[in-house]
């Protein structure tokens, strides 16, 4: 089992920076990648981004130049530093991580609201 803890969440005006942190715990070892998505109020929850052990990056094309994932291994944690923020951003914001050879995420965390205001 995996647990994920996110933070860093929060009100901020648009253009604004804000970042997420997802601390793991369990057995980590196992993930073969690390991903956030988002949920705005009345909408589907949608992928944002995804990072693999191997380091290899995806985005979602909105998001792409403005948001950045990476991993701090010695602190268990992935992030996600969000910059140039706009006000369609904002959603709650879940981590996941995925086992290997799985096409869907297996573990999330309860989410951490962003909000963008204009």
């Known amino acids: 089992q995996v647990q994920l803890v996110e933070s860093g969440g929060g009100l901020v005006q648009a253009g604004g920076s804000l970042r997420l942190s997802c601390a793991a715990s369990g057995s980590i070892f196992s993930i073969s990648a690390w991903a956030w998505y988002r949920q705005a109020s009345g909408q589907q929850r949608e992928w944002v981004a995804t990072i693999t052990t191997g380091g290899s990056t995806n985005y979602e094309d909105s998001v792409k130049g403005r948001f950045t994932i990476y991993r701090d291994n010695a602190k268990n944690t992935v992030y996600l530093q969000m910059n140039s923020l706009k006000p369609e951003d904002t959603a709650v914001y879940y981590c996941?991580?995925?086992?290997?050879?799985?096409?869907?995420?297996?573990?999330w965390g309860q989410g951490t609201q962003v909000t963008v205001s204009s």
């Open positions: 996941a991580a995925r086992l290997p050879g799985r096409s869907n995420f297996d573990y």
